[in-house]
């Protein structure tokens, strides 16, 4: 297993597949212009490959807010059903975690839906911890 960052957009769109195992409804209009909003806002990604195929998948973002200084955002951690219980995550969030340090982050942050209780045990097994809620109000009603 090896890993690659993405820094271009027609690197990002390759990755479509492994974009709609959690956006199924992405087609690639769609993720094209929702890369051209998140790229100059200092979006990447990192793809996992076996035998040249992608098989995980990480977004993230680096910046800076008051509560926290710098930080690195994992976004969309996407890890192939085929591929799970692998490594593959761990492995995309061990490199990230490097990453972070090598920038010189303060932490590494990410979001995760209060249903993937698959999701919560991860990132409690490699030592995330809840440090508070990230609320949400929806302005237009979803179809």
């Not at 490199?95 to 090598?102: D, G, H, P, V």
């Not at 809620?133 to 009603?141: A, I, T």
Request: net charge negative.
């Amino acid at each position: 297993m090896q890993l690659k960052e993405l820094t271009t957009k027609e690197e990002m769109l390759e990755q479509l597949p492994l974009i709609q195992q959690l956006y199924p409804e992405f087609n690639e209009h769609i993720y094209a212009n929702l890369l051209d909003e998140m790229l100059p806002n200092n979006y990447r990604q990192i793809v996992a490959l076996e035998n040249d195929a992608p098989i995980g998948l990480s977004g993230f973002w680096v910046g800076t807010k008051l509560w926290c200084g710098k930080y690195l955002e994992l976004d969309n951690v996407i890890v192939h059903p085929n591929h799970r219980s692998k490594g593959v995550g761990k492995l995309l969030t061990t490199y990230l975690n490097q990453k972070a340090i090598e920038l010189g982050c303060k932490l590494v942050a990410l979001d995760a839906y209060t249903t993937n209780f698959s999701a919560h045990k991860f990132y409690y097994n490699h030592g995330f911890v809840p440090k508070g809620f990230h609320f949400v109000k929806f302005l237009e009603e979803n179809d």
